[in-house]
């Protein structure tokens, strides 16, 4: 079966780096991506990775390596304001979005 | 308005009610999906419209019944639902057949079903 899994919660200080990290098995890949959720919102786009490797964009870098269908989110100089969910979701081979639970994150002052 | 939108916000409803969930997307997207997301699991995808067409149904209960008038406005019709069927719902829009496309959600109606 297809599945995506990434911790259910973790907490930071503000100020500091956390990784989020999510594994993924999917009946063929086309990409994965990251979404943010803050509480009672939206999720909203966050990035985006189909080759390996990293990508940076401002505080938040993501990773992906499909030979270990692994991926991370890297969020550095920790604001209050990312205290959110962030949602992990591959893309399979018939295009569908195959989605993680989210993981909860804290940021603690 | 813009980006996209859905109402209402918060719905309570009685198990033999029913309603009727709008959302309307202001991004000149011709893919549209259903989404429905209860507390700690996955996003369970419901329904995707293509130029108005359904494309897609992720073996919904025939108690949700989506209508796609156009490829602007997408609605969900509720009826006789169930307990567990409380969740909160989501609708998104994207560019049909771009793979690397993100989708744009709106921010969701809450449903309780009584």
């Known amino acids: 079966g297809q599945n995506i899994d990434q911790p259910t919660e973790m907490t930071a200080t503000e100020g500091a780096i956390v990784q989020i990290n999510c594994t993924y098995q999917t009946s063929g890949f086309n990409g994965l991506f990251w979404y943010q959720q803050h509480a009672g919102e939206a999720p909203t786009f966050l990035s985006y990775n189909v080759l390996d490797g990293l990508e940076e964009k401002g505080r938040f870098s993501s990773f992906l390596s499909r030979s270990k269908g692994y991926s991370y989110l890297l969020l550095k100089e920790l604001q209050m304001k990312d205290s959110a969910s962030y949602l992990c979701a591959a893309l399979d081979s018939n295009y569908q979005l195959i989605w993680g639970a989210g993981t909860k994150l804290i940021i603690k002052p | 308005e813009t980006g996209v939108t859905q109402t209402p916000r918060h719905l309570v409803m009685g198990m033999t009610n029913k309603k009727s969930l709008k959302c309307e997307q202001h991004l000149g997207h011709n893919a549209m999906y259903w989404y429905k997301q209860s507390a700690k699991k996955p996003l369970e995808l419901m329904f995707v419209?293509?130029?108005?067409?359904?494309?897609e149904n992720n073996s919904v209960p025939s108690r949700f019944s989506p209508e796609c008038p156009n490829s602007s406005h997408l609605f969900l019709h509720l009826h006789t639902l169930q307990p567990e069927d409380s969740a909160l719902y989501l609708c998104?829009?994207?560019?049909?057949?771009?793979?690397?496309?993100?989708?744009?959600f709106g921010p969701g109606t809450r449903l309780t079903v009584t």
């Open positions: 419209y293509n130029f108005k067409e359904q494309t």
């Open positions: 998104a829009s994207s560019e049909a057949g771009e793979v690397s496309g993100e989708q744009y």
